[in-house]
């Protein structure tokens, strides 16, 4: 049967669209779509060139920027490219407007030429900082091209058909560097994500669980049984997913991880109390019910409030993770059916070692729990000193974020990303869609100096690199117009000559470098944006707020929200964070009734409720103080760990009520008791969470890595708190019962 499920990985597909991240009835999707709807969608390539010569305006680079243009038009389902060469440069002939090439073939041959056209170049605020860097040393195409909405392959040959094209040219122009990116190679990033990751992270998962379980079991046939189950666990669960016609994403990146590393737990726990039955006598069959007897409940307490945190990301803004939720609390589930069918089953049908005697481990977490017997008064006061100090550095936790850096620098998008950055322009933009007075509007001369003063206003502002207006198209026509006179740089005073401007510049732009990129059918709205460079989420929101601020300060008629994909990322974190803030709540509240039913104990199950909400404060705190950033990972991981680190409570007081209830302990006895058997367990069982969840951080997706490092170290936490904390407040609050 879970082979059969399993046989339904084969029919998984990936989502390759980089919007996966906003649910549909996101209000920045909404007006993403929207704008859109009014302009043209922004669906990119951009290449970046920079000559070894340093310097784009030599007859040989100027040559390889015409040849490429022409071959970007090639590129499938491209409409429209901007580049050096094809800028449309406007000069005027009497009364007639000429529009035309800035360069072509014919042209960089004339004597001094490349020259000229280097300095009306770095005239053109059209051009610096967005296609040509200040120093004229690196430029760029942007290739915008249309994806059919019902074609997922398109992106990848489109992609495919832009690495020829760049592999011809850099075997042609062998002294020009080539660096691609743009939102279609982000798309294709996300899609290809999946399947890099886990060719690493997988693998390497199971050898650290291997190599931890088998060192901490020392049995051949236990270390079997372990990594059999868990394979299992995550082959059913994926599989599953693909009966049902599941299609992941770059977010669900780390469930093949983390169910196996989850399903380690159950097994542990199993093997451990069965060896350890069977050293004191009973045989293998009866070992295997008696722990079967024991571990039962506890298994299937945790495994349901594990399941309950992750399904609290069905809270979370971002698609993603909701689906992540929902595919590792299946996996934990099967884990469970698993460990409490084939597990036992196949134990009986192997021989298994007894635990060797007492061993190290065992004696040193009964010195541990001798020392927390005599000194609980006072860890009971100095750990919550500990604990306060610690999560108070949450105070420091900047919720920021960049879409950019979500890939490390090991991927090559990555590389060349930064490299544009760096060198030429911002991949970063704010939209505005400016409202004119009705149709044919945007030729009012106070409104293009309404809008050409915000554009200005912009222009000062930190990280702006480049800003687009119709008003700048406009100042150019009206200065060519006039003889190129600087004098005249200026919008049109009167609204027919701007209409008539207007008029002329369109009928003669050539196909693909129309205007429908800024202004709307009607022309009773036009596009302003600005491009930022190396901007947070958090810068970029405060430029919007301000530019927001400033148009209803200033002219408020021409007001508008800040637009634009970039956008979108940088408010999803925020609103991730207020919904996950309800789901972790709901889910707190689940898991402390189950706790308190299972455990039948108000108080005892109030008492478990301080080690689980403990660990993830302070490892949040931990952050802020040593990183003081999180973004989307923040808010999974707070209820991701809750579910998890409420295990090795459950087993701690499982074990420890057993003892007190059915062989009438005393507190001291009990606390050493469940010390020296269930605690060996739950140092297994923390390592390899640890290790599982650390092999996450070695993922080049950033949200993955950051969440696998705060759970790795939330897990640890909860074991120091299961260790000291738990049995402190057992000793001070259960003493006399």
Not at 107 to 118: C, F, G, T, V, Y
Not at 360 to 372: E, N, T
Not at 502 to 530: H, T
Not at 640 to 651: A, E, K, N, R, S
Request: aromatic letters at 8%; proline letters at 4%.
């Amino acid at each position: 049967m879970a082979l059969i499920s399993a046989a339904g990985m084969a029919r998984l597909s990936n989502d390759p669209d980089n919007r996966v991240f906003f649910a549909e009835d996101d209000p920045k999707l909404i007006a993403l779509e929207q704008l859109e709807d009014t302009y043209t969608k922004s669906d990119n390539i951009f290449i970046a060139l920079a000559p070894d010569s340093g310097s784009v305006f030599t007859v040989d680079a100027l040559a390889a920027i015409i040849e490429l243009t022409d071959q970007a038009w090639q590129i499938p389902y491209s409409s429209r490219v901007d580049s050096l060469s094809n800028y449309q440069h406007t000069q005027a002939d009497g009364d007639d407007l000429i529009v035309a090439d800035l360069f072509d073939t014919e042209s960089i041959l004339a004597e001094a030429a490349p020259e000229r056209i280097k300095q009306t170049a770095l005239s053109k605020e059209f051009l610096v900082n967005r296609l040509l860097s200040s120093d004229g040393a690196v430029t760029g195409l942007n290739i915008t091209v249309q994806k059919p909405p019902d074609n997922d392959n398109a992106i990848f040959e489109i992609v495919q058909t832009v690495d020829q094209i760049v592999e011809q040219f850099e075997q042609k122009y062998p002294a020009i560097k080539v660096y691609v990116t743009g939102g279609v190679m982000f798309d294709v990033a996300f899609a290809e994500l999946p399947a890099q990751e886990n060719q690493l992270l997988v693998p390497l998962m199971f050898g650290l669980i291997l190599i931890i379980v088998g060192v901490s079991l020392k049995t051949v046939w236990a270390t079997a049984s372990v990594i059999i189950l868990i394979a299992l666990s995550v082959g059913v669960a994926m599989g599953l997913c693909g009966w049902f016609g599941t299609v992941l994403n770059a977010g669900t990146t780390g469930a093949p991880v983390i169910i196996p590393t989850l399903a380690v737990a159950h097994c542990v726990h199993m093997l451990v109390t069965t060896r350890q039955k069977m050293a004191l006598g009973l045989s293998q069959k009866e070992a295997i019910v008696e722990s079967m007897r024991i571990n039962i409940a506890p298994i299937f307490i945790t495994c349901a409030t594990t399941a309950i945190g992750f399904l609290s990301l069905n809270f979370s803004e971002a698609p993603p993770f909701r689906l992540l939720g929902n595919i590792v609390a299946l996996g934990v589930m099967v884990s469970f059916v698993l460990s409490v069918t084939m597990l036992p089953a196949f134990l009986s049908l192997v021989k298994l070692k007894p635990a060797a005697g007492r061993s190290p481990l065992q004696a040193g977490l009964g010195q541990l729990a001798d020392v927390v017997i005599r000194y609980y008064r006072q860890l009971s006061l100095i750990l919550p000193v500990v604990v306060v100090a610690l999560a108070l550095g949450t105070t420091q936790i900047e919720l920021d974020d960049n879409f950019i850096e979500y890939f490390s620098d090991k991927f090559e998008l990555r590389r060349d990303t930064d490299f544009v950055e760096n060198n030429l322009t911002g991949l970063n933009a704010i939209d505005f869609s400016i409202p004119a007075a009705g149709e044919g509007g945007i030729s009012e001369p106070a409104y293009l100096k309404g809008i050409d003063e915000f554009a200005e206003w912009l222009k000062q502002q930190p990280k702006v690199t480049n800003v687009g207006a119709l008003s700048i198209t406009m100042k150019d026509l009206n200065k060519s117009m006039h003889g190129d006179d600087p004098a005249y740089y200026r919008v049109p005073e009167s609204r027919e000559l701007a209409a008539q401007y207007l008029l002329l510049y369109e009928m003669s732009l050539p196909y693909g470098l129309d205007l429908n990129n800024s202004i709307d059918v009607s022309k009773s709205q036009s596009r302003v944006f600005a491009i930022v460079q190396q901007a947070s989420s958090g810068d970029m929101r405060e430029l919007t707020a301000r530019a927001e601020a400033w148009l209803k300060a200033n002219h408020e008629e021409l007001y508008a929200e800040g637009n634009g994909l970039s956008m979108a990322f940088a408010y999803v974190s925020e609103r991730n964070i207020r919904s996950m803030l309800f789901g972790s709540l709901l889910a707190l509240l689940s898991i402390s009734l189950i706790l308190i039913v299972a455990l039948k104990s108000v108080r005892t199950g109030l008492i478990s409720l301080v080690p689980n909400l403990v660990p993830a404060a302070m490892a949040l705190g931990i952050w802020g103080y040593l990183v003081g950033e999180v973004g989307l990972s923040v808010a999974v991981v707070v209820a991701v760990t809750l579910g998890i680190v409420v295990d090795d409570t459950v087993h701690f007081l499982t074990k420890y009520l057993k003892a007190r209830r059915e062989r009438g302990m005393t507190v001291e006895a009990a606390i050493k008791e469940t010390m020296q058997t269930v605690g060996v367990a739950l140092w297994i069982t923390s390592l390899a969470l640890t290790a599982g969840f650390g092999v996450l951080f070695l993922s080049g997706f950033k949200v993955n890595a950051e969440m696998g490092m705060l759970s790795a170290v939330t897990i640890m936490i909860a074991l120091i708190a299961d260790y000291l904390l738990l049995p402190s407040i057992l000793m001070r609050f259960d003493r006399n019962r």
